[in-house]
C-alpha cells in the first residue's frame, strides 16, 4: 500500500509562489510516476503537472506551463510542485497521485492508482 501525504499548501497574494511536497511511503516511489492535480469548489478534479518516474519527462497543463514547475527527489521518497506568479484561478485543493509505470507520464485522473488527501491553496487578488 502507497500513502502519499501532501504539504505546503497556504494562503498567498497574486503573484507570490508556493512549492507543495508530496511524500510517499513504499519502496515503489522511483519506479512511479507522479502527478498533481487540482480542484476548485464545484469543479472537476484537473491535472496539472506529471514527472516519468527517472525525472526525465515532465507534462505540464496549458494554464500553468511557464508557471509551475514538476520535480522529484528519490532519494527522498518525495514529489514537488513549484508553483511561481500565482494567479487567483490557481486557488483549488491539489492532489498528488502515483502510478506504477516506469516509463512515460500520466496525464489523466484514471492513470492513477494512489492520491493524497490533498493541500488547499488560496490565491487572494
Known amino acids: 500500500q502507497v500513502q502519499l501525504v501532501e504539504s505546503g499548501g497556504g494562503l498567498v497574494q497574486a503573484g507570490g509562489s508556493l512549492r507543495l511536497s508530496c511524500a510517499t511511503s513504499g519502496r515503489a516511489f522511483s519506479s512511479s510516476v507522479m502527478g498533481w492535480f487540482r480542484q476548485a469548489p464545484g469543479k472537476e478534479r484537473d491535472f496539472v503537472a506529471a514527472?516519468?518516474?527517472?525525472?526525465?519527462?515532465?507534462e505540464y497543463a496549458a494554464a500553468v506551463k511557464g508557471r509551475f514547475t514538476v520535480s522529484r527527489d528519490n532519494a527522498k521518497n518525495t514529489a514537488y510542485l513549484q508553483m511561481n506568479s500565482l494567479k487567483p484561478e490557481d486557488t483549488a485543493d491539489y492532489y498528488c497521485?502515483?502510478?506504477?509505470?516506469?516509463?512515460?507520464?500520466?496525464?489523466?485522473?484514471?492513470?492513477?492508482?494512489?492520491w493524497g488527501q490533498g493541500t488547499q491553496v488560496t490565491v487572494s487578488s
Open positions: 514527472i516519468s518516474a527517472s525525472g526525465r519527462s515532465t
Open positions: 497521485a502515483a502510478v506504477l509505470r516506469q516509463i512515460g507520464v500520466a496525464v489523466s485522473r484514471g492513470e492513477y492508482d494512489y
